[in-house]
């Protein structure tokens, strides 16, 4: 019996997000391309994938040598851990987002440091003038 491998790739193809499915059996290569359109969520892939392989237009087959490399699960987990952390998850618009999320929330905490620190200054200022007022009058 002969090993069929298929591999999903999901990439950004400005204005598109575009999936590579790549089919090696029997020696030889046959890639299929799918436009999603907005960036698919994982359920929309699967279903794509489960239900929707059978239609896949796939191209002429091309030779190509198969490696039979196994990749220890975990090393392929630090890989694509270390992808991710180069590229940042999620679209440019969330990245957009939490990077205004951040800005808000180093404001927030400048402007309520110098609100503590005006109000430690009243306070300070309102005992001083105590003092005085109790020494007034000797």
Known sequence: ??????????FFEDPFWVGVVERIAEGSLSASKITFGAEPKDYEVWDILLRGYDRLRFSPAVETAVKE??????????????QTEAAGIGTKSQQ?????LE???????????????????????????KKKEKHRGH
């Open 1 to 10: 019996m002969d090993k069929v491998l298929v591999t999903l790739t999901v």
């Open 69 to 82: 490399a196994k990749v220890n699960p975990k090393r392929r987990q630090k890989e694509a851990r270390r």
């Open 96 to 100: 957009a987002l939490k990077l205004q």
């Open 103 to 129: 800005e808000r929330k180093t404001e927030r905490k400048s402007r309520s440091r110098e609100k503590r620190e005006a109000e430690q200054l009243r306070k300070f200022e309102l005992r001083q003038q």
